[in-house]
């Protein structure tokens, strides 16, 4: 994504991005496809539109900063959707969920930490 940040335009980098998931997304749902009632569209819009712009301010991020301190933070995406699960769906992620995210976000605090320490150097 850095490469690409650098050479090529935002809207370009969004386009072939969401198109390669169009593609495989249309491929896997043609056997379980129903088609939408309009609100499940209006809904759809929006993931769509707030999909869009998360892929905008991160794709932004990486042109701006390191990838090594930047990509850490798309692992909290993770305490996100356990929130989100909580909060909708009253599920609660159990022990084995829990230490998997623990040691990814672990992981990749200790690689952004591991990163500064090599800068400073």
Do not use: C, H
């Not at 301010?57 to 909580?86: C, E, H, M, Q």
């Amino acid at each position: 994504m850095k490469r690409l940040s650098a050479g090529e335009g935002l809207l370009q980098i969004l386009l072939i991005n969401n198109a390669i998931g169009l593609l495989l997304s249309s491929i896997a749902v043609t056997l379980v496809w129903q088609t939408p009632t309009t609100a499940q569209w209006l809904i759809l819009a929006g993931v769509g539109f707030s999909m869009a712009t998360a892929q905008t301010f991160f794709i932004n991020a990486v042109k701006r900063a390191d990838t090594s301190f930047v990509a850490p933070f798309s692992f909290f995406t993770l305490v996100f959707a356990a929130g989100f699960d909580a909060a909708i769906y009253a599920k609660w992620p159990d022990g084995i969920t829990i230490l998997g995210a623990g040691i990814i976000l672990a992981g990749a605090g200790m690689l952004a930490w591991r990163q500064g320490q090599i800068k400073q150097a």
